[in-house]
């Protein structure tokens, strides 16, 4: 059997993966100096991880020097939209919903990888899953899984935006997919309902606008008046500049993904969780993202709502 773009593809689609594309491994000099700017401006807030390994970031042949392709995957998550929100609870992000995303995508393209290697043994790759100094939405945009919208997530025409991004560097050379089209147009109803006005300009979040920001990677003991005053629903995460998109009113569909599925926590008890000890949110949350926040934050995030 030989190794071909097409038979990947397919083998993908069977693993349930919604979108798979190639491009070529180089980072262009504009995204690079757009993200050093970012960086430079502060937008990035506290997260200090997004400055490390800037040289392997800029130059994948700095994470792996055989890197000859990059084949990009989209899963979708969409579980469903929220349900009216009950008095006394907090909304949870829809990618954090279910299952660490993280392990479950990253099986699924282990899954995939080694597949791969059972019809070409000199293949050889490098999995990332969110997880590493690799610029996942410029390769997506690059190879044509969809196009970056305003509020700087990438869209993709068949499904929206509701998408968790994986890429696989290869030593194997595969032909590039070309890109799409920004079809956003004159749209920023993204830019306009964003509660906090984090997003400043077309495709521009300022970290330390953004309600996600606040309630999942801010280790601060209070969340500041500015962002909870305006913040009357999100215990984790924050969906709306993703639920307003008309891409996602019109296409989004609900994931095949099992894992990513668990109505239980499209919202939580506000009370419950301020009550809760360390050992019943590490048993309750132990396969989720939401662990991320930490039992700490998750009850500052929960305290801030029940006094908005």
Known sequence: MNLDKLIIQQKAKELGISEIKFTTPFVDVQTIQNYEIWLNKGFAAEMEYLKNNFEKRANPLNLMP???????????????????????????SKYAQGEDYHDVFKNILKELTGWIKTIEPNFEYYISVDSSAVFEKYFAEKSGIGWQGKNGIIINPEIGSFIFLGVVFSNIEFEADSTLPDLCGTCVKCLEQCPTQAIIQPKVIDANKCISYWTIESKAAKIPVEISEKNTEWLYGCDVCQDVCPWNEKNAKITKIRSFLNPENFALELETLMQMEQEEFSRKFAKSAIKRAKLTGLKRNAEGLVKS
Do not use: D
């Open 66 to 92: 055989e890197v000859k392709s990059v084949i990009v995957c989209a899963l979708n998550y969409f579980p469903g939209k929220h349900q009216e929100l009950q008095k006394g609870y907090g909304k949870i």
